[in-house]
Nanobody
């Protein structure tokens, strides 16, 4: 059994910063991709940032230069540092990890979602 637990969301003023965390636990053998998605009310879920096991990253154009994705392999944790937040960043943020369990089966796992609200 593998689960992801997110933390770090909340209410922040425009121009502020937040750091999201997503920790994987359970019967994990290896982790490949770690991503962050977000879904705003009335909109489709979109990819915000992705980090491959080899270290390559990609970001949505709307967050380039403001958000940074990183990982701590020892803790099976992915982070999203969000700076210069604006109201358009308001959404529920979900982490995703592609994980090989101890049975050597790759599966996609999702966090429970954490609300980020940017408002004065």
């Amino acid at each position: 059994q593998v689960q992801l637990v997110e933390s770090g969301g909340g209410l922040v003023q425009p121009g502020g910063s937040l750091r999201l965390s997503c920790a994987a636990s359970g019967r994990i053998f290896s982790i490949d991709t770690m991503d962050w998605y977000r879904q705003a009310p009335g909109k489709e879920r979109e990819l915000v940032a992705a980090l491959r096991s080899g270290g390559s990253t990609n970001y949505a154009d709307s967050v380039k230069g403001r958000f940074t994705i990183s990982r701590d392999n020892a803790k099976n944790t992915v982070y999203l540092q969000m700076n210069s937040l604006n109201p358009e960043d308001t959404a529920v943020y979900y982490c995703h990890q592609r994980i090989m369990n101890v049975l050597r089966v790759w599966r996609d796992y999702w966090g429970q979602g954490t609300q980020v609200t940017v408002s004065a």
